[in-house]
């Protein structure tokens, strides 16, 4: 059982093993939706809510249901499965209470369902032999991280608006050239926390 504290788990999670900053999951998204500081928060804050659900649920029935039952074979379709239904949960929640937020994420808050930062976390979560305090953690920091991560983004992708970018950089490349710089600032907080 791996010995350290949900506390840290969290804030490594947050900062220095940011999910997407260190691990690189999750980028497709971020990339595509992070050009308006409304839409990242928005979907920031679904990823964030189903990356913390799914890792407790996830959790639960891997460790109460498929290991007891020998059938941890099944972890990818299940892990799956469970992203899947609450994607289509958090779908609804937003298309019925925020109809401005559900059409600005378009196309990309249903493919919350294959963002593979949220998949990664709760392997993550069984690879590392994590609690369930652990995984709760673990979670909730990783989508915090993913969100902070991608506001950042956008608000530098607003003020590069303004910026004199030469044409070749302009678009997708200045964007990864700037998720690299964010990347090496994340690193800042090596010494603070860590995991692995």
């Known amino acids: 059982m791996n010995e350290t504290s949900a506390i840290v788990i969290l804030l490594a999670a947050i900062l220095t093993n940011n999910i997407l900053l260190t691990n690189f999951l999750g980028i497709c998204s971020f990339i595509a939706c992070s050009g308006q500081i409304g839409t990242a928060v928005g979907l920031g804050t679904a990823v964030t809510f189903v990356l913390t659900m799914t890792t407790m649920i996830n959790f639960a029935i891997y460790h109460l249901v498929l290991i007891p039952l020998g059938l941890d074979h099944l972890t990818f379709i299940i892990f799956i499965a469970v992203i899947a239904a609450f994607v289509q949960f958090v779908e609804m929640f937003v298309e019925k209470f925020s109809p401005k937020l559900y059409f600005a994420l378009g196309i990309f ?30 979670g909730f920091g990783a989508g915090i991280g993913w969100a902070l991560a991608i506001i950042l983004m956008a608000g530098l992708r607003q003020k590069m608006r303004y910026s004199n970018i030469p044409q070749p950089f302009q678009g997708v490349p200045i964007a990864m050239i700037v998720t690299c710089v964010l990347a090496m600032a994340f690193m800042g907080f090596a010494g603070m926390v860590s995991i692995q």
């Open 109 to 138: 808050l249903p493919l919350i369902t294959v963002n593979c930062a949220i998949l990664g976390a709760s392997l993550f979560m069984i690879i590392r032999d994590y609690s369930f305090l652990q995984s709760v953690g673990f």
